[in-house]
């Protein structure tokens, strides 16, 4: 299959060793990978905030760069989500609306893809080491991702996958949220980061990069040595 990537903002500046990740892990599971040039935002931080004619026009590129690829794949459940769902809602007045659902329909978060278009749970992955996972909200309440990254993650050689108390709650980022309303964020953190601690874990994987950089500054901050992974760093490690 030919794989379109598209890498988050987040990816881009902050992550870039997780798209690496993905393009190695597919690439291992015998797939043509594609990485668009022309890529920018998928819209999502300008939708969130009410600017929608700026989102639009993120997403009208957005659909320009991506509408003839056989599928893409995200490395981020609020970015699948914004495609997947919202531009349902975005182009909903417009003449490519009909486009933009195709669009959305192949779509897919890291997880679901392997999972459930592939029907691969075991990539050959080994990483010794206590894992807890988070539940990034938009892929959890929007697109219904729960069971897929822990299928992936319970195959992995020499992982211990731990459950944590408050697995589905917030971290307290939610782009602009933490932004607008920083003590109430830090507060939501502080819950994830406490039931992380109890669970001893020595990482905290997710599926969402914009999570893990919320939970690992909180960490950090305190002098906790758990470190976050994003989930394609792990099923990468052989």
């Known amino acids: 299959m030919r794989v379109s990537l598209f890498i988050p903002c987040y990816v881009d500046q902050f992550f870039p060793q997780v798209g690496i990740s993905m393009v190695r892990l597919l690439e291992r599971l015998g797939h043509e990978v594609d990485y668009p040039e022309r890529q920018?935002?998928?819209?999502?931080?300008?939708?969130?905030?009410?600017?929608c004619k700026e989102a639009l026009s993120a997403a009208d590129a957005f659909l320009d760069c991506f509408g003839d690829a056989q599928v893409v794949v995200v490395p981020s459940g609020s970015c699948a989500a914004m495609v997947k769902v919202h531009y349902r809602s975005l182009f909903a007045d417009t003449?490519?609306?009909?486009?933009?659902?195709?669009?959305?329909?192949?779509?897919?978060?890291l997880s679901e893809f392997l999972v459930k278009k592939l029907d691969v749970t075991d990539v050959g992955a080994r990483f010794p080491g206590k894992v807890t996972f988070h539940d990034g909200c938009h892929g959890l309440r929007e697109l219904g991702i729960k069971e897929s990254p822990r299928a992936l993650l319970r195959e992995v050689r020499g992982l211990e996958l731990v459950e944590m108390k408050e697995a589905e709650s917030c971290c307290g980022f939610g782009g602009v949220f933490s932004v607008k309303f920083p003590d109430i964020s830090t507060?939501?953190?502080e819950v994830k980061c406490a039931s992380i601690?109890?669970?001893?874990?020595?990482?905290?994987?997710?599926?969402?990069p914009s999570c893990l950089m919320h939970i690992q500054g909180y960490l950090a901050?305190?002098?906790?040595?758990?470190?976050?992974?994003?989930?394609?760093?792990?099923l990468v490690q052989t």
């Open 221 to 234: 901050r305190r002098g906790r040595t758990v470190k976050c992974m994003h989930l394609s760093e792990v």
């Open 40 to 51: 920018t935002c998928c819209g999502q931080p300008a939708f969130n905030a009410g600017f």
């Open 95 to 109: 003449e490519k609306l009909d486009a933009a659902a195709a669009l959305g329909d192949r779509t897919w978060e």
């Open 187 to 189: 507060a939501m953190a």
């Open 197 to 208: 601690d109890e669970t001893d874990a020595e990482y905290v994987v997710s599926n969402d």
